[in-house]
Nanobody, 122 residues
Framework: QLQASGGGLVQAGGSLRLSCAAS????????MGWFRQAPGKMREFVAA????????????DYTDSVKGRFTISRDNAKNTVYLQMNSLKPDDTGVYYC?????????????WGRGTLVTVSS
């Protein structure tokens, strides 16, 4: 089970940190991703971070539009993945979903959480 939180209303240029708490899976072994869906649009990839049974070094990937503004991180001790969002823009508005991937490529996601709404006002 994945539970996302931390969404809200923020002005353009502001920041938010999303959290996603996982339960019922071996969290450290799963890659984790964040996706978003804006009103009237398809769900899109935002960021992902690799998982590992043994390593504490993780690989992160971002969609171009958020590079330099968003940072994905994970705390395996807390079974939680985070998305720090800075310099937010109105185009970042949407429902943000976290997902868990058992694939090393991070292209296929096995578990999805309910979303948390982020609204960025201009």
């Amino acid at each position: 089970q994945l539970q996302a939180s931390g969404g809200g209303l923020v002005q353009a240029g502001g920041s938010l940190r999303l959290s996603c708490a996982a339960s019922g899976l071996t969290f450290r072994s799963y890659g984790m991703g964040w996706f978003r869906q804006a009103p009237g649009k398809m769900r899109e990839f935002v960021a992902a971070i690799s998982g590992s049974w043994s390593s504490s070094v993780f690989i992160a990937d971002y969609t171009d539009s958020v590079k330099g503004r968003f940072t994905i991180s994970r705390d395996n001790a807390k079974n939680t993945v985070y998305l720090q969002m800075n310099s937010l823009k109105p185009d970042d508005t949407g429902v943000y979903y976290c997902a868990a991937s058992g694939s090393s490529s991070l292209r296929v996601y096995d578990y999805w959480g309910r979303g948390t709404l982020v609204t960025v006002s201009s």
